[in-house]
C-alpha cells in the first residue's frame, strides 16, 4: 500500500484545514483525515499519537489507484525532523507550506488553543509574556496538548523552517501559499496548487469558509468536558454499563460544548501590542521575503 504523495505541513492557522477541505473535492485527489502528525518525532504531540506504520498506510486505504493522495499536518514545518523524516518514507514527496502575516498567526493560535484547550491565559499580551517561563516548564496549563505551541513568537520564525524543506526536497518540490493571496483570489491560489499536484485545473470548487474563530464561554466548563473528575467517572462505571456510559458521555459533552462555543469574529489585536510585535518580527520578515524573493516587508508597516 501506498502513503502520501504530498504533505501540507504547514503553517497553523495559515489557511490548511480550507485547503485540505478544497483539494478534497477534487475527484483525482484524496485527503486523509487532518493532523495525523506520524512524522515530527521531536514534537511532543507526536508522544500522543498511537499510529504505527500499518495503521498510518490505513488512512489511505479508500484511495482509488489513480488518485494522488495528500496528508496535512500543521506542526511537521515547525518539526526540526519532519522534512527528513518525510524524505527518507517518501523520496519524491511534494510539500504544501501555507504561511500568514506571523503577528496575526500566533493572535488567531493564541484564540484557537483556548479553545481547545492548550491555553489558559486569556489575555494575549499575558499569554507570550509567559513564553520565556514556560520554556523552563512553568506556567503550563494542565490541559496543555503541545506545549511547543506556547512559545507563539518560535513557531512564527518561518524562515529557517522553510528552509529546511528547500533543503531536503528542493524549491522544485515545495510549493509557498501566501494566505493573503488565498484570501483575495482562492479560485487562482488554488488552481496554482493544482497544477503543482499534477491534476486537472479546471475542476469546479465552492470557497465556503472553513474553521472559522470560535471561542469558548467558560474556560472552565471546557476542562471538566475535557477532563470530567475522577468522582464523576466513578460513578459513572458503577452505576452505568460500558456502552450507555460512551453514549451519555458523547450526547452530554457535545450537548454542552455546543452551549459553550461562540462564533463570532476575533477583535483587533491592541494597536500598542502589535507595533510592537511588528517591530520584533521585522528581520524574520525581511529574511523570508528574501528567501521567497517576494517583498512582505507590508506585514510589519505601521
Same mark, same amino acid.
Given at each position: ?21 478544497? +483539494? ?18 521531536? @514534537?511532543?504531540? &507526536?508522544?500522543?499519537?498511537?499510529? =504505527? ?27 526540526? !525532523? ?16 501555507? +504561511?500568514? =502575516? ?13 479553545? =481547545?484547550?492548550? $491555553? /489558559? ?11 520565556? $517561563? ?15 505551541? @506556547? ?15 528547500? /533543503? ?22 488554488? !488552481?496554482?496548487?493544482?497544477?503543482? &499536484? ?41 452505576? &452505568? ?7 451519555? !458521555? ?20 491592541? +494597536? ?6 511588528q517591530f520584533e518580527f521585522a528581520s524574520e520578515v525581511e529574511r523570508l521575503s528574501k528567501?521567497?524573493?517576494? /517583498? @512582505? ?6
Open positions: 500500500m501506498r502513503g502520501p504523495d504530498f504533505f501540507i505541513v504547514g503553517a497553523p492557522k495559515c489557511g490548511t484545514t480550507a485547503m485540505n477541505e478544497y +483539494l478534497g473535492r477534487h475527484p483525482d485527489i484524496f485527503m486523509a483525515t487532518k493532523e495525523l502528525h506520524f512524522f515530527g518525532s521531536d @514534537l511532543s504531540i &507526536l508522544s500522543k499519537r498511537s499510529l =504505527n506504520v500499518t495503521a498510518y498506510l490505513g488512512m489511505f486505504a479508500d484511495a482509488r489507484a489513480d488518485q494522488r493522495k495528500g496528508e496535512a499536518s500543521v506542526w511537521y514545518l515547525y518539526s526540526r !525532523r519532519a522534512a527528513t523524516e518525510i524524505k527518507a518514507f517518501r523520496p519524491d514527496a511534494l510539500i504544501i507550506i501555507m +504561511l500568514r =502575516n506571523p503577528i496575526d498567526m500566533i493572535y488567531s493560535q493564541h484564540s484557537q488553543f483556548l479553545y =481547545n484547550g492548550n $491555553e /489558559d491565559i486569556k489575555d494575549f499580551r499575558a499569554a507570550i509574556a509567559a513564553e520565556s $517561563e514556560r520554556k523552563r516548564g512553568r506556567r503550563m496549563p494542565k490541559t496543555v496538548r503541545f506545549r511547543e505551541g @506556547l512559545y507563539y513568537r518560535d513557531t512564527a520564525r518561518f524562515t529557517p523552517q522553510v528552509e529546511r524543506y528547500f /533543503d531536503v526536497f528542493g524549491r522544485d518540490g515545495v510549493h509557498i501559499v501566501i494566505y493573503d493571496d488565498f484570501k483575495r483570489d482562492a479560485h487562482e491560489t488554488y !488552481r496554482t496548487t493544482l497544477r503543482f &499536484l499534477g491534476v486537472k485545473d479546471s475542476v469546479r470548487c465552492e470557497f465556503n469558509v472553513v474553521n472559522s474563530n470560535r471561542y469558548v464561554r467558560s474556560l472552565t466548563v471546557r476542562d471538566l468536558l475535557g477532563r470530567p473528575p475522577r468522582v464523576v467517572r466513578g460513578a459513572a462505571r458503577s452505576l &452505568l454499563p460500558q456502552m450507555a456510559r460512551r453514549w451519555l !458521555r458523547r450526547s452530554l459533552t457535545q450537548s454542552l460544548t455546543d452551549v459553550n462555543v461562540v462564533h463570532s469574529t476575533r477583535p483587533p489585536m491592541d +494597536l500598542a501590542l502589535r507595533r510592537q510585535l528567501l521567497l524573493q517576494r /517583498d @512582505l516587508s507590508h506585514w510589519t508597516t505601521y
